[in-house]
């Protein structure tokens, strides 16, 4: 037995919607910069902030993609490429969201950068350059990759035998061989309010927090 | 100048923490059914409802996610064996950040539900049987494709000349033939409380209002 009763309109939540709700606009936040600059520890400390303010964020970093949605993907030139392609599309999913994502990855070039600029609308993209010197990322060697890179061990390595392009259009620059990563943070978040990212009462209580 | 204040440790937000501060649980909701049975059309009415009580959530479909992510991907059996994977890692990945995504997808191989079941821990999927007869779904039509499907226009359509698995062990069935929307949604409401989603305020007001 059908019942006439059934109208399948459509009712849809929209993105102003979920933006109203969690009281943030929703930005891509992406991190280049090479590898040991602080990409992903400055994503991780951001996100801290944002969330003691009640933001709805996520960091999408190598730990939570190479393995996952990007698992079929080798370190070719044409895959490296794919895999920013599909962490930018991702990125505009969780936008439309309502949530913040921090992309933390080296993202060396700028033709890949600009793609995913220019897959979302004007102010959606904010570009955060992790500026460190060639000499204090090597210097760091968290992992140990730049010794390999330096042996040969490892390929086309960013910085070594792979070119960086440095942003030309960064929306926040960070200096992280002479700021601590508390200094950067304060330095990120007044740009963000500079950008609008915060509506009016999470605005004010972050102007009094700074 | 270095500063020696760098110290470069490791701040995490958890799940967990996103859990608490949206005061639910996130969970997969994974609508599967017949072209027609009311899939795209249950999740937006129980993504209106959740949204109203202050979840985060988001819905996946064809419409925001074959051009983006998988913009890249044929129909053929194999492309769309890697659609419902990446559909999978990128609601693994909302789970992460806190959020509920409800996909609307027909998904009509067990076997390709199954994996991304095993993508996540046990209670963290919760599958939706969108059920109707192949009889209404083909009188609605709303797209025009059962038509063409039965002219042969459209190959491999499911329901006319391709399988749609019944699920065997869906944690939700709704009959959209024989219920309304609204009833449909009561009904998921009552099942996602069953199924502990929201944490004990928001389960209260729930509670209150069904």
Redesign the interface.
Known sequence: ???D?????????TRP??NK??GHESVIIWFTGLSGA?K??LA??L??RL?EL?C?????DGD??RH??C??LSFSHEDRE?NIR?IG??S???I????IPLTAFISPFRSDRRRVRE?VAKGDFVEIYVRCGLE?CEQ?D?KGMYKKARRGEIKEFTGISSPYEEPEDAEIIVD??????EECVDHMMNELVRLNVFHGPLEERIASSL
């Open positions: 037995m059908k019942s009763n059934v109208v399948w309109h459509q009712t849809a939540v919607d979920r709700l969690h602080g992903s520890t991780n400390a996100e801290a969330h009640r709805a964020t996520i960091v999408l939570n993609v996952g949605l698992g079929d794919e599909r599309e991702m505009k999913l969780f439309d969201a309502g949530v897959l204090t760091r968290v992280t061989d002479t700021h601590t990563i």
